[in-house]
């Protein structure tokens, strides 16, 4: 399959640690891209590659990959981070040149 | 740092169409492939189509196969989306973002709303 699988929700408490998984067969071949959108907003990219970030966004963001799941980690979750976030590979199946994961909603409490 | 600037979208009835424009600015506009992304209401992203740096590759999503048509003309640092037979489900914020499968830069969005 070339879908993309995210958890629809999770929430985390100030200052603490969350990971939001990407489930998948294409990031056993591609390394996945992680965005966060907040509403009314256009995404942004947080994480690219094996685990890097773009200029300007927080260390606290971190990403990794296993098998055919792919992570994204918050250490030390801030009110800011509340937002949905997106996984994105390429599509192996060659139909589509990009797939999008389901998407999780991060609440911070 | 570059900028992407969308303009085009709006509302039409369903079977109508609408031609959606990204203009760059900020870097190499004839390197970087650049895609169009989009949301519907209550639904996550979704990627619809992609266009290589030189035009020649373009790539749909099955659902608008056939329907929308990517284009770019280097010479003005513009990307089009031609949406044609548009139906009600095609209703969405359309943005459009540079890349293929990693996004770095994004556009703020167009509006699309398909409805009679």
Known sequence: SSELTQDPAVSVALGQTVRITCQGDNVRNYFPSWYQQKPGQAPILVIYGKNNRPSGIPDRFSGST???????????????????????????????????????????? | EGQLLQSGGGLVQPGESLRLSCTASGF???????????????????????????????????????????????????????????????????????????????GQGAPVSVSS
């Not at chain 2, 209550?42 to 740096?53: A, D, F, Y």
């Open chain 1, 66 to 109: 296993s098998g055919n799941t792919a992570s994204l980690t918050i250490t030390g979750a801030q009110t800011d981070d509340e937002a949905d976030y997106y996984c994105n590979s390429r599509d192996i199946s060659g139909n589509r040149y990009s797939v999008f994961g389901t998407g999780t909603k991060v609440t911070v409490l």
């Open chain 2, 28 to 106: 190499t506009f004839s390197s970087p492939g650049i895609s169009w992304v989009r949301r519907a209401p209550g639904k996550g992203l979704e990627w619809v189509s992609g266009i290589s740096g030189t035009g020649l590759m373009t790539y749909y999503a099955d659902s608008v196969k056939g329907r929308f048509v990517i284009s770019r003309d280097n010479s003005v640092n513009t990307v089009f989306l031609q949406l044609e037979r548009l139906r009600v489900e095609d209703t969405a914020v359309y943005y459009c973002a540079k890349g293929l499968w990693e996004f770095d830069q994004w």
